[in-house]
């Protein structure tokens, strides 16, 4: 079975500039999540999709971010415009639904805003 | 006071012996809790999770969950070199609304030296 898959790996881009990061869950996951992880802090939630539908979206940081699971597949996650402080290693994670909660992350994408 | 607490390390562990890794949480109503393990530079793995008070087995890892201390900590018998990593804990909130959110500690290093 494969796992989360995210692209790119890495990106570099300019402030001001927009990046769109891909996750395709896990096949048969209903449950997709977005986290970030800022370098020395803690790995931090941003939201959860159950299908196409934002379940949670409460640790989006500002309207620059905008997150989209059309057909409940794979998911984007753009940031325009991208700002310094976005810099950071951005995780997918899916889930199935059900009582186990386990999420399951992919590589992570290392967004670098220069 | 963080959500959840982890001593940052590194902790320190002689080959064949006993890693433990300790994390504290504050939201008292939070209902599940999981272990990832961190290679640098790559995604978090889950290796256990668990519900219940008490002790959970699998393989050479041992979850210990306290919710009246809000304490869960993981046991590493027959620690390996391949064991080094960081630890990172995760607790899935109170159930709301159907999220499923987790709130992540900032990891503890782990170091088995040989």
């Known amino acids: 079975e494969a796992g989360v898959t995210q692209f790119p790996s890495h990106s570099v881009i300019e402030k001001g500039q927009t990046v769109t990061l891909r996750c395709d869950p896990i096949?048969?996951?209903?449950?997709l999540y977005w986290y970030r992880r800022v370098m020395g802090k803690e790995i931090k939630f941003l939201l959860h999709f159950v299908k196409e539908s934002k379940q949670d979206e409460s640790g989006m940081p500002n309207n620059r971010f905008l997150a989209e699971r059309t057909g409940g597949t794979y998911s984007t996650l753009k940031v325009q415009p991208a700002e310094l402080e976005d810099s950071g290693v951005y995780f997918c994670a899916s889930s199935h639904t059900g009582y186990s909660y386990e999420q399951y992350f992919g590589p992570g994408t290392r967004l670098t805003v220069t | 006071q963080k959500e959840v607490e982890q001593n940052s390390g590194p902790l320190s562990v002689p080959e064949g012996a006993i890693a433990s890794l300790n994390c504290t949480y504050s939201?008292?109503?939070?209902?599940?809790f999981f272990w990832y393990r961190q290679y640098s530079g790559k995604s978090p793995e889950l290796i256990m999770s668990i519900y219940s008070n008490g002790d959970k087995e699998d393989g050479r890892f041992t979850a210990q969950l306290n919710k009246a201390s809000q304490y869960v900590s993981l046991l590493i018998r027959d620690s390996q070199p391949s064991d080094s990593a960081t630890y990172l804990c995760a607790v899935k909130d109170r159930i709301t609304g159907g999220g499923n959110k987790l709130t992540f500690g900032t990891g503890t290093q782990l170091k088995v030296e040989l």
């Open positions: 096949s048969g996951h209903d449950n």
């Open positions: 939201d008292r109503g939070s209902q599940s």
